[in-house]
């Protein structure tokens, strides 16, 4: 593993593809699958198995909060035991959320279930991150909370041990999350939930699909006929051991890195059908100019064989699949043809504000980029070297490394925040250079 330059602990020279990459790569497991599968699992009728489960900060912070509400999660192996928590059991308790969005939102309409006081915190950049409407849903469906009416962290669940449930109208344009969080708990609830949306296009629908897919897994049954509106049938939640897939967003890095380099990178176990938004890799690589097949191993991609010099920009709606637009834009900042990014002005939302910390961080490399309400347009330009920051955020991490693969002297800031879907992604990536 590379060491940080010296004078400068927290930032870490990205290592130089200073030939073709021709490596093979295990991803850990889906982050977005297993904190569901948990929630699920915490829920269910009977004890179940989340399988080679993602161990990071946001999945040990979700088996923290439903273990604080009554759960039991077993988290000392590759799989994880679960035993599912009493509804009314009495609680009293504070969750940490940390940065994880997936704890904040889907956390809450479980703790109605449970009787008693469950306040909610994390760290301080998750008090700008949007919880309002899931909050003002769960009151709407019989849960008090105490927001202070800020609509964000920190809050308080007073639950009453049931929940009444029932049909519920929210703007969820800013998350997908917002609809996700109803969905997992809405079966155990008096009434179930049907859920509609009044409001601007969702953003990342592959992770509500997730969420139905997983339900209806365990025999949950979901009304998805009409656009905009999602029915969850009251009744039991069937006990259901679950794999994991590999996470197929925290792919982009490595499947760029075959890109950038003219080489070529098989990610292992890519599944034949996922509802993961990383899938959209395949498309938004090829239309770059790389080679991608299936082979027994995976999925392969082969860059285009001058490296950058041969790379694609491409003009793209990322509005499903915007949790890959900084690795993306990373590698349309090192295009030969200009680029657009569009439909992903929900990501100001997320761990940071990633387009202005795009926008941000490329152009002091360099990079030719204009920011736009929803989304950037980048033009090539010569980049060099200086220090990316990342604002605790693994996803900007990612794209200072692809950027760093192909430019000398990027030293990429608080590398380790990777850690939130990726333990030790530095020494990984590292050993492939």
């Known amino acids: 593993m590379t060491t940080p330059a010296v004078g400068h602990p927290d930032l870490w020279p990205a290592p130089v593809a200073t030939a073709p990459v021709d490596r093979t790569v295990s991803l850990p497991g889906s982050k977005s699958l297993t904190n569901r599968a948990l929630v699920l699992a915490a829920l269910a009728d009977g004890p179940s198995v989340v399988r080679r489960a993602l161990r990071s900060r946001d999945t040990t912070l979700m088996a923290r909060a439903l273990t604080a509400l009554g ?3 077993d988290t000392s192996g590759d799989d994880w035991a679960v035993t599912p928590l009493a509804a009314g059991s009495p609680v009293s308790t504070t969750i940490d959320c940390g940065l994880a969005g997936t704890v904040m939102r889907f956390v809450p309409p479980v703790a ?38 800020r609509g964000s962290l920190p809050f308080t669940v007073a639950g009453e041990g049931r929940v009444p449930g029932g049909t519920v109208v929210i703007d969820a344009s800013a998350s997908s999350q917002f609809v996700s969080a109803l969905l997992l708990a809405g079966a155990r609830y008096d009434h179930g939930v049907d859920v509609r949306h ?84 395949r498309d938004l690589l090829a239309q770059m100019g790389c080679a991608v097949e299936r082979v027994p191993e995976g999925l392969r991609v082969t860059g285009p064989a001058g490296g950058v010099r041969d790379l694609r920009g491409i003009d793209a709606d990322l509005h499903d699949v915007g949790e890959l637009a900084p690795a993306v834009a990373a590698l349309c900042a090192l295009a030969s043809t200009p680029s657009h990014l569009r439909g992903i002005a929900h990501i100001r939302g997320h761990e940071t504000d ?40 693994h996803r900007m991490a990612h794209a200072g490394v692809i950027v760093g693969a192909a430019v000398p002297g990027v030293l990429v800031e608080d590398v380790a925040t990777t850690s939130k879907t990726f333990p030790d992604f530095p020494g990984v990536w590292a050993a492939l250079l």
């Open 71 to 73: 759960a039991v999660v």
């Open 198 to 281: 009044d409001g601007k296009p969702i953003p990342s629908l592959p992770h509500i699909e997730m969420t139905i897919a997983m339900l209806r897994d365990r025999g949950v049954s979901v009304d998805d006929a009409d656009a905009n509106r999602w029915a969850v049938a009251p009744g039991p939640i069937a006990a259901h051991d679950e794999a994991i897939e590999p996470d197929l967003s925290n792919a982009a890095p490595f499947l760029a890195l075959a890109a950038v380099s003219g080489g070529a990178v098989t990610v292992r176990d890519w599944p034949d059908a996922t509802t993961q938004a990383g899938d959209a890799l």
């Open 354 to 393: 990633r387009l202005a910390a795009l926008a941000t961080e490329l152009s002091a490399l360099g990079a030719d980029v204009d920011e736009h309400p929803d989304g950037l347009t980048l033009r090539p330009a010569p980049l060099h070297g200086g220090v990316f920051h990342t604002y605790a955020d």
């Open 112 to 149: 109605g279930l449970v009787a008693g006081t469950v306040a909610f915190d994390g760290d301080s950049h998750m008090r700008n991150r949007p919880v309002g409407e899931v909050l003002a849903a769960l009151t709407a469906l019989g849960v008090r909370i105490d927001d202070g009416g």
